[in-house]
């Protein structure tokens, strides 16, 4: 198996998924044995989070299905260690009977949603459990719920949410109105993806996934960790001269608006530093910033062989850079569409649409909206949107965000981990394609230099943000950082912790 094949990143699984691959599990196994794990693993975390359990106050908010039912047992093994429990009921009529049980047994308290204690069990609990709505749960969360997820974002105490924050949809990440906000989330037998793309991913929190023995399909949609980007950035090997590592060229920036190039340029070079390849009008600002790059005020090309385009940002929408995109894209060669270019490519999808080599096209909202599969805009489904686009265009997409999506037109996805809110700054979009451009030029398959460059931006985010406010140059002067710290810290022990 090749060091690719191996670092596969993390599986991402819908509620869907999971629920096909509880059927056989639950078919084979004790009534109530996978409840029990699930509930066990919760507790640990719950302990592990607590530290001295003994009289700390715990609040339970149960749901009328087997979320409830967790929280509950959960519940009972933390009383059973000496916490005050409490468990306040959405409908007292429907709630897991054993699961209330165990709990009433080791000493639990169970008061109604509607009881006028529950205002002060929940805000000054130390801990509150939200075991409302797990993968069962649908549309936006109902008044009473709604309220106690309302207690706990005012009270004081750590949240943790059982399987997933009730309220947001488990295969999307999507939120109707309220939802739960956990610091943490202890998730069952599978990450689900709503716990790491769209609003679900800062309303999860930490998240612990605990085993309960499910056997999933491979997952389509994954996250890359740092080692699995390591295997996707080859470092150069001694037999290599500055052409054989992949040459990347650019075309970005104009003569009035030179930025865009100069970031684009330098994002490249600190990301592949072999070789890289200017085209524009940009040049003079390209050359004084990055005297490495081998500049020209020329066409495409006239700039020389390379493995890869990088073609967009800051480039205009005028006649010249209509005629330059065409160009572009009547190689042969991956080419990465952003900014500027995703504007003009709207107007004329066909010029990708029988493209032979990989095209990598990277909107963000607004720029996705601009085509004719993205019309109506991205919608709460970020994933299946990135995967409209794709399949329509057959290209791949890169759809900027807070958790950043890739996706290929056969609906291959990766989202996002890394990054911080401090990168939405101008600029870091011409840094994030200079990245991509670098690692198209390598050879990886478009989805693969998508999401490694998603991945090193986030991280090169989160080391300038360290400092404060960051500007997107300071990305590009911590993309070495970035690109050493995936690598680890290499067996010397030498290099950066990291933040
Ligand atoms: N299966 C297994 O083996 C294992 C499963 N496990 C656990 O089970 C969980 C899934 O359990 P589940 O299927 O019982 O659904 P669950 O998420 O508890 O919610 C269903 C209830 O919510 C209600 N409801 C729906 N929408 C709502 C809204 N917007 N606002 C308010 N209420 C709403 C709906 O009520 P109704 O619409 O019927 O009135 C229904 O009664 C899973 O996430 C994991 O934690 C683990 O123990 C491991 C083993
Ligand atoms: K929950």
Not at 210 to 226: K, M, N, S, Y
Request: hydrophobic share 45%; net charge neutral.
């Amino acid at each position: 198996m090749t060091e690719l094949a191996r670092s596969r990143g993390i599986g991402l699984h819908t509620a869907d998924e999971v629920r096909a691959a509880e059927e056989p599990l639950l078919a084979a196994t004790a009534p109530g044995a996978l409840m029990q794990r699930a509930a066990a693993g919760l507790a640990t975390v719950c302990l592990r989070l607590l530290g001295d359990t003994y009289g700390r106050r715990v609040a339970l908010l149960v749901g009328t299905g087997n979320n409830g039912g967790d929280a509950l047992f959960a519940g009972a093994r933390l009383a059973a260690r000496g916490a005050r429990v409490s468990a306040v009921l959405l409908d007292a009529e429907r709630v897991h009977g054993p699961a209330l049980a165990a709990l009433r047994r080791a000493g639990g308290r169970v008061l109604p949603a509607g009881a006028a204690g529950v205002e002060a069990t929940v805000t000054r609990a130390d801990l509150v459990l939200d075991g409302m709505l797990g993968i069962g749960g649908s549309g936006g969360l109902r008044p009473p719920a709604a309220r106690l997820a309302g207690l706990a974002a005012n009270g004081a105490g750590i949240t943790v949410a059982v399987d997933v924050p009730s309220g947001v949809d488990a295969s999307t990440g999507a939120v109707e109105g309220a939802a739960f906000p956990a610091m943490h989330t202890v998730t069952f037998g599978a990450v689900k993806l709503g716990l790491v793309v769209g609003e679900g991913r800062s309303l999860a929190g930490q998240v612990h996934l605990v085993d309960i023995g499910l056997e999933l399909p491979a997952a389509t949609v994954r996250q890359l960790a740092d080692p699995d980007v390591a295997a996707r950035l080859e470092p150069p090997s001694a037999g290599d001269d500055k052409y054989s590592q992949g040459v990347v060229g650019i075309v970005a920036g104009s003569s009035a608006y030179p930025g865009a190039g100069v970031l684009c340029t330098g994002a490249a070079l600190r990301t592949r530093p072999g070789l890289v390849r200017y085209a524009g009008t940009a040049a003079d600002g390209v050359r004084a910033a990055w005297p490495e790059a081998i500049v020209t005020d020329g066409r495409p090309g006239d700039a020389g062989r390379v493995q890869a385009w990088v073609v967009g940002p800051g480039m205009g929408t005028d006649d010249a850079a209509r005629s330059v995109l065409a160009e572009v894209l009547a190689t042969d060669l991956p080419v990465l569409v952003d900014a500027d270019a995703l504007t003009m490519l709207a107007e004329q999808p066909e010029l990708v649409r029988n493209r032979t080599a990989g095209t990598l096209l990277t909107p963000h909202d607004g720029e996705f909206g601009r085509f004719g599969a993205g019309r109506g805009g991205v919608g709460a489904d970020r994933v299946a949107a990135a995967r409209r686009l794709a399949a329509d265009l057959g290209c791949t997409v890169l759809l900027k965000g807070d958790a950043t999506v890739v996706a290929d037109a056969d609906g291959t996805a990766f989202v996002n981990g890394t990054g911080t809110p401090w990168l939405a700054t101008a600029g870091t979009g011409d840094v994030l394609s200079g990245i991509a451009g670098a690692l198209l030029a390598t050879g990886l398959p478009a989805v693969e230099a998508g999401a490694a460059a998603a991945h090193l931006h986030g991280r090169a985010g989160q080391l300038a943000a360290r400092r404060g406010p960051l500007l997107a140059g300071d990305l590009v002067r911590r993309l070495p950082e970035a690109v050493g710290r995936v690598h680890g810290p290499g067996p010397a022990g030498l290099g950066d912790s990291g933040p």
